[in-house]
């Protein structure tokens, strides 16, 4: 009986509900600091399309920068971002798939993987205007490329490289061992296994990596500063040697000019790089969700 | 059936083999593009410090209080960058801090699955914004209501860059840090029920100190991503070096100085130009340190539970 009696110590009980009542005031807390970032990424949308949306006009896509907030818009910005991305991909993809492949599928267990893998982690990290300072003292002055397009865009390249390979790599992985077991038993090589099976059942995968690191690649403004992008380009890029200026370089220069008229314009010019890139992310998630197979 | 008929001929076997040796050594070049990038920029910023190096002292520039290179006066203390720099990274961290490890035990100990998949998702937006749009919107919304508040703040001020950056790291801090929670097996909160403590006890006592480390790593993450970031900065910070503590005053970061010194026409062979690869080669070292550091911790947290 005395054991009951112990159970049912009064001070024991107000003193539970009271630990309960702590937890319950900590759920609370924990789920508003999560509403609270949701809240932040709303205010923002918001601020930047009442902002933006009185600027917004075919206008943005027909007329170069200007003086004059009424006559200025976002062709070059817009053509030299195009311009960047397709150079980007060109360069990026084979490679980053490439290494990625090389690592996930043929890698023998040794120091050399070790290091490059430790090296990928490593870039992953690396402030992207450390980039931009790579690009300017290696491509745009040792190679004598100035500040191109291409400059810019094998910079870029780097930038996203590590961001593909990891991706890749979990795509990769993702296929089980027994289809490569299978190509291999009926006489493949480790390349046939590699191009026939394995990155075929992983191409979904890996593509939305891809399709997320060129989302990054777009927002980019840090690493194109550095490398010497102009703010200032009145005329259509023509090819891979022209210089260039990109979407969030005009949006940045116009949020530093005092005038008002500018900001509405800014945010006119990320109203325009955030649908972009929100296409970017919904393709992504649909191919990830469509095409991805699950084993 | 005719690939069978094809790889009995010994000359498409020869072939085969000599396209599987050609990728090999094709992918294994491209693996070596990543080590290649990591060996550039060591080499290039290396190359400019050292020639900047031999014009001024090193005691300066890590010693010196001022910053003017694109003065009349030059002095190249990098004190009052670093101190920019720090003092933004901190007051990002306030915010990301708490916010994310909250949002983390959220997700990892209360969340439904159901929950989960919906809240997380749209934390992860905020990652995705690219930085000028946190700039925007730190100079033109944060800005006006903290001079509302606090009158004496200038237009650019390292408290409206510090809370739109601390926002932009909150989804790593949450993430990397739920990853750690999750990671603590369901033994230990068992354990912990059966002694009788409460959901938010095993949480705070068991569940967080079991999974300090990897907390400890996504602070460092945090923290490097903060010192690191440039357009935030760049645009709501302003371009006044000097060595302050008070967030609502004008400062400059080292990366805010790379990028003003990238928008002038700064001759190649110029003192500017070296002394951003300095600054540089300063921020890639601090950065590199943190990373290696978090790394380390990552990588023994991982074996603990495995």
Same mark, same amino acid.
């Given at each position: 009986m005395s054991t009951l009696t112990a159970l049912k110590d009064v001070t024991f009980e107000r003193n539970l509900s009271f630990r309960k009542l702590k937890g319950k005031i900590f759920e609370i807390l924990a789920f508003f600091a999560i509403l609270l970032g949701i809240a932040m990424l709303l205010t923002l949308l918001v601020d930047v399309f009442l902002d933006g949306l009185p600027w917004l006009s075919t206008r943005l896509f027909t007329e170069f920068p200007s003086r004059f907030p009424e006559k200025a818009g976002l062709r070059s910005a817009l053509q030299g971002s195009i311009w960047l991305m397709f150079l980007t991909a060109l360069m990026a993809i084979p490679v980053g798939v490439g290494a990625g492949i090389y690592l996930e599928e043929f890698a023998p267990q040794n120091r050399i993987t070790r290091f490059i893998e430790i090296n990928v982690a490593n870039l992953a990290g690396?402030?992207?205007i450390i980039y931009g300072l790579?690009?300017?003292?290696?491509?745009?002055?040792? @190679?004598?490329?100035?500040?191109? *397009?291409?400059?810019? /865009?094998?910079?870029?390249?780097?930038?996203?490289?590590?961001?593909?390979?990891?991706?890749?790599?979990?795509?990769i992985r993702a296929v089980p061992n027994s289809i490569r077991q299978a190509a291999l038993a009926i006489g493949a090589t480790d390349w046939e296994v590699s191009r026939d099976h394995v990155l075929v059942y992983s191409a979904p995968a890996i593509l939305t990596g891809v399709i997320l690191a060129m989302s990054r690649?777009?927002?980019?403004?840090?690493? @194109?500063?550095?490398?010497?992008? *102009?703010?200032?380009? /009145?005329f259509d890029p023509k090819g891979p040697f022209d210089i260039f200026t990109v979407l969030p370089i005009q949006i940045f220069n116009w949020v530093s000019l005092p005038q008002p008229a500018f900001h509405g314009l800014a945010a006119a010019g990320i109203i325009i790089l955030l649908i972009v890139l929100l296409s970017m992310n919904a393709l992504a998630i649909w191919l990830r969700n469509r095409l991805t197979i699950h084993w | 059936m005719t690939t069978t008929i094809h790889s009995l001929n010994p000359q498409n076997h020869l072939k085969r083999d000599r396209e599987r040796k050609i990728v090999r050594a094709l992918t294994f070049i491209f693996a070596l593009v990543s080590v290649g990038t990591t060996a550039g920029i060591i080499y290039e910023l290396l190359k400019e410090t050292v020639l900047f190096f031999q014009e001024v002292s090193i005691i300066e520039f890590f010693t010196d209080t001022r910053w003017t290179p694109l003065f009349a006066s030059k002095r190249f203390g990098v004190l009052p960058l670093v101190n920019g720099t720090l003092l933004v990274a901190a007051g990002a961290m306030l915010v990301a801090v708490p916010l994310g490890l909250l949002a983390a035990i959220f997700l990892s100990e209360y969340a439904s699955e159901r929950m989960r998949k919906v809240l997380k998702p749209i934390l992860e937006v905020l990652a995705g914004i690219p930085t000028v749009v946190y700039g925007y919107f730190a100079l033109l919304f944060i800005t006006p209501i903290l001079r509302d508040l606090f009158p004496e703040t200038q237009i650019f001020n390292a408290a409206s860059a510090s809370i739109a950056m601390g926002f932009m790291i909150l989804p790593l801090m949450a993430s990397v840090s739920e990853d750690a929670l999750s990671a603590v097996p369901r033994s230990l909160r068992e354990a912990s029920y059966a002694l009788g403590a409460t959901k938010f006890e095993t949480a705070v006592q068991v569940v967080l100190p079991a999974a300090l480390s990897g907390?400890?790593?996504?602070?460092?993450?945090?923290?490097?991503?903060?010192?690191?970031?440039?357009?935030?900065?760049?645009?709501?910070?302003?371009?006044?070096?000097?060595?302050?503590?008070?967030?609502?005053?004008?400062i400059e970061t080292m990366t805010a100085y790379i990028v003003q010194v990238s928008l002038g026409d700064t001759p190649h062979q110029s003192i500017a130009y070296k002394t951003i690869f300095a600054v540089g080669m300063l921020l890639f070292a601090m950065t590199l340190v943190m990373n290696i550091i978090s790394y380390f911790i990552t990588k023994r947290f991982r074996e603990k539970y495995e």
């Open positions: 690396v402030p992207s790579l690009g300017l003292g290696l491509f745009v002055r040792q @190679l004598g490329l100035g500040r191109t *397009l291409i400059a810019g /865009a094998m910079t870029m390249a780097l930038l996203v490289l590590p961001i593909i390979i990891v991706t890749t790599r979990e795509a690649a777009i927002g980019e403004t840090a690493p @194109l500063i550095t490398i010497g992008a *102009l703010t200032y380009i /009145a | 907390v400890a790593a996504a602070f460092i993450l945090a923290v490097s991503r903060a010192i690191g970031e440039t357009m935030i900065v760049a645009i709501a910070a302003g371009q006044q070096p000097k060595l302050t503590l008070n967030p609502l005053q004008s």
